[in-house]
């Protein structure tokens, strides 16, 4: 079949808004992009890649029919100020939360980050994977440009219950101010020498048993693996590391989001590793129930 012929919704989310224990919906934004374009393309080419795998995944023991999951499709937002979008963002959130759902957002760029936060209560944690540590206050005059998320997520979410995983890019003064506030990292380098699961319990201990958001920035995955991104940045992640963490923390998750795919400069196979992902993920909070 041509992939042009699947269905519009991501793949197995066959359950109705009101019956579904996950919703995941799309935000096609990129209007703050810095380097590559494209990343509003997104959402469509991530559904569209879902339909390749089989519904049972040998790894978790989980067949995707079995999950109560919903495809909200794209919110409404491509052309909109940051500002708009954020609020936008924030408002289907809480709508999922309030109807005590878990909430999966594909991006679209970081930058949509924020408002997802925003409708969570203060108390959670905020696990980042990303390969640039994004703390900017502003960039480019915008506050909320995608290298300034985790400083706008600290604005929501005390900056002691923020971890960011996979870092090896940033501006020197970005990185002494990270610094200086406490802000919790591991590089890309040190989780290469000490290995992914001593990261996690790291981590873990950091994060204590809080409640954790996790924002997947797909560029935390090395350019080898995901080539199809914004900002580009060797010297990554595994795919491997990525699914040890997911396993690693999914009985806290309360939320997921997965950014920064770029189909423009993509061939299919980040496209394809992100669906992977986002599948991954909703089979693992399965698993835990
Ligand atoms: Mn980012
Ligand atoms: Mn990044």
């Not at 408002?91 to 005590?100: F, H, P, W």
């Not at 002691?160 to 002494?176: D, H, M, P, W």
């Not at 989780?191 to 996690?200: D, V």
């Amino acid at each position: 079949m041509n992939p042009m012929d699947f269905p519009k919704y991501f793949a197995d989310a066959e359950t109705s808004f009101k019956d579904a224990e996950i919703i995941l919906f799309g935000v096609p934004y990129d209007k703050t992009t810095s380097f590559r374009p494209g990343a509003s393309k997104a959402p469509d080419k991530i559904r569209e890649a879902s339909w390749n795998f089989e519904t049972y995944n040998i790894r978790t023991n989980f067949d995707l029919r079995e999950a109560k999951f919903h495809d909200y499709g794209n919110i409404d937002v491509k052309n909109d100020k940051p500002e708009i979008m954020i609020k936008k963002v924030k408002d289907i959130t809480s709508r999922i939360l309030n109807e005590k759902k878990f909430p999966i957002a594909i991006g679209g760029e970081h930058s949509i980050t924020p408002g997802i936060i925003q409708a969570f209560p203060k108390d959670i944690a905020v696990l980042s994977l990303d390969a640039h540590i994004d703390f900017r206050d502003e960039y480019e005059k915008e506050s909320f440009n995608h290298a300034c998320v985790i400083r706008r997520i600290a604005d929501h979410v005390n900056i002691k219950n923020i971890a960011v995983l996979g870092v090896r890019s940033a501006e020197k003064e970005e990185f002494i101010e990270a610094k200086k506030q406490g802000l919790f990292y591991v590089d890309s380098y040190e989780i290469r020498k000490e290995g992914i699961q001593k990261t996690l319990e790291k981590t873990k201990q950091y994060l204590k048993n809080k409640k954790i958001y996790l924002t997947l920035d797909i560029d935390v995955i090395d350019p080898s693996f995901a080539p199809g991104v914004s900002t580009p940045e060797p010297f990554g992640l595994t795919t491997f590391d990525v699914l040890e963490c997911i396993e690693f923390f999914s009985s806290q998750l309360v939320g997921f989001d997965l950014v920064e795919v770029c189909p423009p400069y993509d061939h299919g196979e980040t496209s394809v590793l992100a669906a992977k992902i986002v599948r991954l993920v909703i089979e693992n909070i399965y698993s835990n129930k």
